[in-house]
């Protein structure tokens, strides 16, 4: 089974505080995805990553950045939280590229800035 | 902007009836196309995929897909109100990579 793993699963920070999310996953996928989840908004794409040290933005970038030094790791860096950034972050992963490939979730991050 | 388009419902069925799930597309190179499943407070969950058009069945669900109309269907037979919950159609985008555009998904609830 595809295991997605998250840091944490409720977070509580102040505007301004530098942000790390973090997620794993243990089926050496290439790549990697951090999304947002908002109500009527649905999923937005913030970043993703097809391999080591490698980055795309995604369609909502601004006031984020990605690290992804290791394989099965990859983080979301909020550098300075602003109360718009309160959301529900989904990490995911998937394997080679290919039409068949699929997205597997983690349990996310609920992220709330004061 | 590549869109994938969802009634967000809620989407109201009696206990055992068919539930019909529908979502558009707008990027026509796409080739791959996913329903996931998401409670409440938790994560999206693969329920189905489907590659070609037609039908494509697993248990109670029926995936459908045509391309030429650029249109996915999710057909859920016997209800089950474990069945409620927001159903969340997908689209690999064409042009390489692997990014998915999701829809905003549609509430269903199964009345018991």
């Known amino acids: 089974d595809v295991k997605v793993t998250q840091s944490s699963r409720y977070l509580v920070k102040r505007t301004g505080e530098k942000v790390f999310l973090e997620c794993v996953q243990d089926m050496d996928h290439e790549n990697m995805f951090w999304y947002r989840q908002d109500p009527g908004l649905g999923l937005r794409l913030i970043y993703f990553?097809?391999?080591?040290?490698?980055?795309e933005k995604g369609d909502i970038p601004e006031g984020y950045s990605v690290s992804r030094e290791k394989k099965e790791r990859f983080s979301l860096i909020l550098e300075s939280a602003s109360t718009n950034q309160t959301s529900m972050y989904l990490c995911a992963s998937s394997g080679l590229a290919g039409i068949t490939d699929t997205q597997y979730f983690g349990p996310g991050t609920r992220l709330t800035v004061l | 902007q590549k869109e994938v388009e969802q009634n967000s419902g809620p989407l109201s069925v009696p206990e055992g009836a068919i539930a019909s799930l529908n979502c558009t597309y707008s990027?026509?190179?796409?080739?791959?196309f996913f329903w996931y499943r998401q409670y409440s407070g938790k994560s999206p969950e693969l329920i189905m995929s489907?590659?070609?058009?037609g039908d494509k069945e697993d248990g109670r669900f029926t995936a459908q897909l045509n391309k030429a109309s650029q249109y996915v269907s999710l057909l859920i037979r016997d209800s089950q109100p474990s069945d409620s919950a927001t159903y969340l159609c997908a689209v690999l985008q064409s042009g390489g990579y692997q990014k998915v555009t999701f829809g905003t998904g549609t509430k269903l609830q199964v009345i018991p």
């Open positions: 990553s097809y391999d080591v040290k490698m980055k």
């Open positions: 990027d026509r190179g796409s080739q791959s």
């Open positions: 489907i590659y070609s058009n």
